[in-house]
């Protein structure tokens, strides 16, 4: 087990005032199986008003309005967390994974997209991996993720928030977000259900008790093989208790830090600082 202390700070200038802006931030973690939430909080300003709650994919939603003039606006998300090893069964064969009550219930989680459609350099990868004899779907999903970790080089600034998967996979550069995509629109190809995940990252597995360093906001998947695997394909590791689970879904879109409109104020800048410490 670890506790993790999280400060996530977005920071958006205006180049003249904004009237009001109208927003939804998903930066706070929630308790589950695998994480104890045992303080988090979303402090906004300037805020006339906001809504908390839970979306469809079981994140926890900040929607918030901004109704003054302001030429700044500030969303500072403190979070404390343990974070527990997980205690999975083994894995299941292909005929749970392909059987109609699994095709039905994660109808959802198997749906390609035109931001997660793997290339089919990809494509050949997974489908090669799924008929190898013996091959299991754990097997196969490990093999996809390992594939997209040796092709794609971690590069900041080369693809955008909207790039579909296949931009990251032609230029063989990308961030965990392309990573995440591609391994998502592979699995799914090969009839493993998948998820996206989004949340925060130590950098360092074993990181010094009480010492607090540039963390990350991250990107991983999920496959379903009659449970949820967790496994960062950025890092080719399965996730373990350095990562904080923020938010699923079928892709980015679903799970974006923050997203909004807002009215006037010209061409706008972001700054993002993610800081950890790890308590225990």
Not at 207 to 217: K, L, M, N, Q
Not at 269 to 278: F, G, K
Request: one cysteine or more; hydrophobic letters at 40%; aromatic letters at 8%.
């Amino acid at each position: 087990m670890s506790r993790l202390h999280v400060v996530h700070t977005t920071a958006f200038s205006y180049e003249g005032p904004v009237g009001a802006s109208y927003n939804e931030a998903r930066m706070v973690p929630r308790s589950e199986s695998r994480q104890t939430v045992l303080a988090g909080n979303l402090e906004i300003e300037p805020s006339t008003w906001r809504h908390d709650y839970v979306d469809y994919w079981g994140t926890a939603v900040t929607a918030f309005e901004s109704g003054q003039p302001h030429a700044s606006l500030t969303l500072t998300a403190v979070a404390r967390v343990e974070v527990h090893p997980p205690a999975l069964p083994g894995p299941m064969d292909w005929d749970v994974v392909g059987s109609e009550r699994a095709l039905d219930a994660m109808a959802e989680y198997l749906e390609v997209s035109p931001t997660t459609q793997a290339p089919p350099e990809l494509l050949e990868v997974a489908r090669t991996a799924a008929a190898a004899r013996g091959s299991t779907p754990d097997a196969t999903a490990r093999a996809i993720c390992a594939a997209v970790h040796g092709a794609v080089e971690y590069v900041p600034g080369v693809t955008a928030v909207h790039s579909p998967a296949v931009d990251a996979w032609a230029a063989r550069k990308g961030v965990c977000q392309d990573m995440a995509h591609l391994s998502v629109g592979a699995l799914r190809a090969v009839g493993i259900p998948a998820r996206y995940v989004s949340g925060y990252l130590h950098p360092a597995r074993d990181g010094e008790v009480g010492r607090t360093v540039a963390g990350e906001s991250h990107a991983w998947v999920e496959w379903w093989v009659g449970h949820w695997v967790g496994h960062d394909p950025t890092n080719d590791i399965d996730v373990g208790e350095h990562h904080v689970v923020v938010g699923r879904g079928r892709e980015y879109q679903d799970v974006a830090p923050v997203r909004g409109i807002f009215a006037g104020g010209g061409t706008q800048s972001m700054e993002v600082q993610v800081r950890i410490t790890r308590e225990a």
